[in-house]
């Protein structure tokens, strides 16, 4: 899998590459779930995966992921895949319940509905777990769903990608990745007090429940600007690294060390 992701990714951008690259859908739904970082969240520390559970820390209190294997009565099994295109990228679950925005469908809403099927493809193929979750272990007001009405209505930009003809297709690639299934801006820019990002400071760094996911802009005194080519793919895949574990709890693109 690992090998084929170079390839894969030339095929992210556009539907008739990926066509043409020769992998199945779930082959590329397999990788397009490891761009997004679908599994760390949805996977309770020392669970099975997939099956949820695991406590996603929010300032407004904790979530719970849900369990997303194709087991029908616990997981999303018995979802259409209009009920899961819903949920990735309109954040609106099953019951047409608002989801909140822990789970990074404000930036998932950016993927292709081409790549959300595959990654729904990819899904089907795992092997379901019978696990109940409850996923709303918020405090009074914060556990009122309804209340991600006024919050989507103020900083959720629905909508897939557009590609900015003025400029090439890697960069488009790229944009698409760092803006959709990659959602860097998640960690990486600042947040106001009402937890949406602030656009204006975008990917300028953000600190986050006793981390600090630094300034990726091309900022050279304070971003990676002066960056080589190796400083950024070792720190952006590290898992080809002989002798650096992979990151356990921040994606794979990123180094992994706390700070302070
Ligand atoms: C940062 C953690 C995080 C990541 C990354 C993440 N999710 Fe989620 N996801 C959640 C949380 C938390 C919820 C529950 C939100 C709620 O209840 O409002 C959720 C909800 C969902 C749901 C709705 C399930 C239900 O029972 O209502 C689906 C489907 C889903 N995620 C799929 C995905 C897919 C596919 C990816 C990768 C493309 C992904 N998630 C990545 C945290 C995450
Ligand atoms: C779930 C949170 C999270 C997401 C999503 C995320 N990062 Fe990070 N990133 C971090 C944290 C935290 C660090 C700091 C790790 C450390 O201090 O070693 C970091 C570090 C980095 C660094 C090293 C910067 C430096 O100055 O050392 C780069 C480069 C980076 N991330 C790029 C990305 C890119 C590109 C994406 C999207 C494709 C991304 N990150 C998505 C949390 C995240």
Redesign the pocket.
């Known amino acids: 899998m690992r090998a084929a992701a170079p390839i894969l990714l030339l095929a992210l951008a556009a539907g008739p590459a990926a066509a043409q690259s020769g992998f199945s859908e779930v082959e590329r739904g397999h990788y397009?779930?490891d761009a997004?970082?679908?599994?760390?969240?949805?996977t309770a520390p020392g669970g099975k995966p997939w099956a949820?559970g695991?406590p996603?820390e929010t300032p407004f209190g904790n979530?719970?992921?849900?369990?997303?294997t194709p087991d029908r009565d616990t997981?999303?099994g018995a979802?259409s895949d209009h009920?899961?295109l819903d949920?990735?990228q309109k954040?609106v679950?099953?019951g047409g319940?608002?989801?909140?925005p822990?789970?990074?469908?404000t930036y998932?809403t950016k993927?292709s509905r081409q790549d959300?099927l595959a990654?729904?493809a990819y899904?089907n193929t795992i092997e379901p777990v019978h696990n109940e979750?409850k996923?709303?272990q918020l405090p009074f007001p914060f556990d009122i769903?309804a209340s991600?009405l006024a919050w989507n209505e103020m900083f959720f930009n629905e909508g897939e990608y557009h590609p900015d003809t003025s400029k090439s297709a890697e960069w488009n690639r790229g944009a698409y990745l760092v803006e959709g299934?990659g959602?860097c801006g998640?960690c990486h820019t600042n947040k106001n007090a009402l937890g949406g990002d602030e656009d204006s400071k975008a990917l300028q760094g953000n600190v986050l429940q006793g981390w600090f996911a630094p300034n990726i802009t091309n900022d050279e005194r304070t971003g990676i600007g002066r960056w080589s080519w190796t400083r950024w793919c070792n720190t952006c895949r590290p898992a080809t690294i002989p002798g650096r574990p992979r990151p356990g709890r921040w994606?794979r693109w990123c180094s992994i060390r706390r700070r302070g």
């Open positions: 397009l779930v997004a970082d679908c599994m760390p969240c949805h949820g695991r996603i979530l719970v992921s849900p369990n997303i997981g999303i979802w009920d899961f949920a990735v954040g679950g099953r319940e608002h989801l909140y822990a789970m990074p469908y998932y993927v959300v990654i729904r899904l979750v996923s709303n769903r991600m299934l959602h998640g994606p």
